[in-house]
Every structure is written in structure tokens, then in C-alpha cells.
């Protein structure tokens, strides 16, 4: 039996695709096809899309907890709910400014999934953020 060969899908409008000019934020192919965007629920999703927007090239970002509930529109029990997924679940780390100080330093750590055939962690490949937006759903923002 002959396979057919398919041709990527064209998007809506070629004439507009992006370009990044400055930094631009990604996540980790394996938050889509590993199931990790099933298991976070809206609100996680979020904070960890605004902190890989306003993350550097470490993958840090300084945003604290009321700047991350105003930039998403979100209260501040949501985002600590959100962030306390994040952790548990070893997408992101912290490291607060000073002992017992809700607000410090936030880390993407890279997504480690299980290799059942050795049983090693191996790590999944960058996903473009648009593409991340494009599968929840979400218009990508034009520049």
C-alpha cells in the first residue's frame, strides 16, 4: 500500500508571519505532546506563559506575585494556587529575595520526561510559544 504524502498546512495569512525582533519567549514542546497542558489546568498555563514571556536567556524572571495576578488578570490566591502547581510539578523553581519572602526569583526548569525503554529522564525540545497559543486556542498577537 502506497502512503500518500501530505503537505504541511498553509496558514491563514502567509503574508503576516512572524518575524521576532527582540527576545522572544518559548516553551517546551513536551508541555503539548507529553499531556503536561492537560494536567496544569487554565490558570498554571498561564503563569507559566507569562513567565516564560518575561523570562531572560536563563530562563529567570522577576515578576512577583501581584505584578503576575494584574498582567493576567488573575487574583492573588489564583496565582499562588498556580504557582504551587508549577513547583510541585518541577516546571518552574524559586528562590525567594529573603527567607520566607513570597517574591524572588522564578526559574523555567526544563520538562524531564521518562524514557521507558532505558528508564532515563530525557529532556524535550523548545516549542515555539505561538505554536503553545495557536493549540489552546489563542490568536497569536501580531508585532
Same mark, same amino acid.
Given at each position: 500500500?502506497?502512503?500518500?504524502?501530505?503537505?504541511?498546512?498553509?496558514?491563514? @495569512?502567509?503574508? /503576516?508571519?512572524?518575524?521576532?525582533?527582540?527576545?522572544?519567549?518559548?516553551?517546551?514542546? $513536551?508541555?503539548? @505532546?507529553?499531556?503536561?497542558?492537560?494536567?496544569?489546568?487554565?490558570?498554571?498555563?498561564?503563569?507559566?506563559?507569562?513567565?516564560?514571556?518575561?523570562?531572560?536567556?536563563?530562563?529567570?524572571?522577576?515578576?512577583? #506575585?501581584?505584578?503576575?495576578? #494584574?498582567?493576567?488578570?488573575? =487574583?492573588?490566591?489564583?496565582? =499562588?494556587?498556580?504557582?504551587?502547581? /508549577?513547583?510541585?510539578?518541577?516546571?518552574?523553581?524559586?528562590?525567594?529575595?529573603?527567607?520566607? @519572602?513570597?517574591?524572588?526569583?522564578?526559574?523555567? /526548569?526544563?520538562?524531564?520526561?521518562?524514557?521507558?525503554?532505558?528508564?532515563?529522564?530525557?529532556?524535550?525540545?523548545?516549542?515555539?510559544?505561538?505554536?503553545?497559543?495557536?493549540?489552546? $486556542?489563542?490568536?497569536?498577537?501580531?508585532?
Amino acid at each position: 500500500m502506497r502512503r500518500s504524502v501530505r503537505s504541511s498546512p498553509q496558514p491563514p @495569512h502567509p503574508d /503576516l508571519v512572524r518575524r521576532p525582533t527582540r527576545p522572544f519567549g518559548w516553551l517546551e514542546h $513536551g508541555l503539548l @505532546h507529553d499531556g503536561w497542558l492537560a494536567r496544569l489546568g487554565p490558570d498554571p498555563i498561564a503563569v507559566l506563559v507569562l513567565l516564560a514571556l518575561a523570562a531572560d536567556r536563563r530562563g529567570a524572571s522577576y515578576y512577583g #506575585r501581584d505584578r503576575m495576578a #494584574r498582567e493576567l488578570s488573575m =487574583n492573588r490566591p489564583q496565582v =499562588n494556587q498556580a504557582l504551587e502547581r /508549577l513547583l510541585h510539578l518541577r516546571l518552574v523553581a524559586h528562590r525567594p529575595y529573603q527567607p520566607d @519572602h513570597p517574591d524572588g526569583v522564578w526559574q523555567l /526548569l526544563p520538562i524531564a520526561t521518562p524514557d521507558p525503554t532505558t528508564r532515563r529522564r530525557t529532556t524535550a525540545r523548545p516549542l515555539p510559544l505561538a505554536q503553545i497559543l495557536a493549540s489552546l $486556542g489563542l490568536p497569536a498577537s501580531t508585532r
